[in-house]
């Protein structure tokens, strides 16, 4: 019932949701000849997916400020991260989420589709949908790009701030021993980080028209191999 194992349940069931989301139709694909997938069920795979990888993103970073406390105000822990605030901040966390994936949706309908609609891709994604689109997706693009700086970037820049000030407060600590038990509190959440922002960076930083076949791999690993890591991180941590 503690904040860190509240938020990590709360980590594995978006997990467990972002690999469903994908996963099945995926496989199904991998044995089907009939490949196809209707326009709704792309734009409710969508939803789900930016929703999702949105809602891991701001867990992740919820996460972050949670070790800040922990390491950096251990006798304030207790009061600071009250249950009452940790719903609150999840909550938060889902309600962005869910507006962020609604907001980019609504502008996908509205793109038209008149050539091929082959997607070369394993699952509906933004990037691959704004490819194929003949009309233009100028606007769609610009704002998926600003809105993306916020969600991201402003979440991960805050990750980066609490880690600074971990950092400095565990080498504050005078006995070699606190200090690595200090920091691997945080070293499981450091390499799940790493690698989700890793891969997540690789896809979306970057013009439309450079987006390849390889940032399809990169994709995957955010998309299916993350989430899978996750729990195995955490479990061998733990």
Avoid: W
């Amino acid at each position: 019932h503690s904040p860190m194992y509240f938020f990590l349940a709360n980590l594995s069931f978006t997990d467990l949701l972002f690999v469903t989301n994908t996963v099945p139709k995926m496989l199904v694909n991998l044995q089907s000849q009939n490949k196809a997938i209707s326009y709704v069920g792309c734009l409710t795979q969508l939803y789900f997916l930016i929703s999702l990888v949105t809602l891991d993103n701001l867990i992740l970073a919820t996460m972050a400020y949670d070790r800040y406390v922990a390491i950096c105000h251990p006798l304030h822990y207790t009061t600071a991260m009250s249950p009452g605030l940790c719903m609150l901040l999840l909550t938060s966390c889902r309600s962005l989420s869910s507006l962020y994936g609604l907001t980019l949706t609504v502008l996908m309908s509205r793109v038209t589709f008149c050539g091929s609609r082959e997607i070369h891709y394993i699952f509906c994604e933004m990037y691959v949908l704004l490819r194929l689109a003949c009309s233009n997706t100028q606007t769609t693009h610009t704002v998926l790009i600003a809105t993306g700086i916020f969600i991201f970037l402003a979440p991960f820049g805050f990750m980066i701030m609490s880690y600074v000030r971990i950092v400095r407060a565990i080498f504050q600590i005078p006995s070699a021993s606190s200090k690595y038990k200090a920091f691997s509190t945080c070293a499981s959440h450091l390499a799940v980080v790493t690698l989700f922002y890793g891969t997540l960076c690789m896809v979306y930083l970057q013009p439309l028209n450079t987006y390849s076949l390889k940032d399809s791999v990169a994709t995957v690993m955010y998309a299916v191999v993350t989430p899978m890591m996750n729990p195995l991180i955490y479990t061998l941590r733990n």
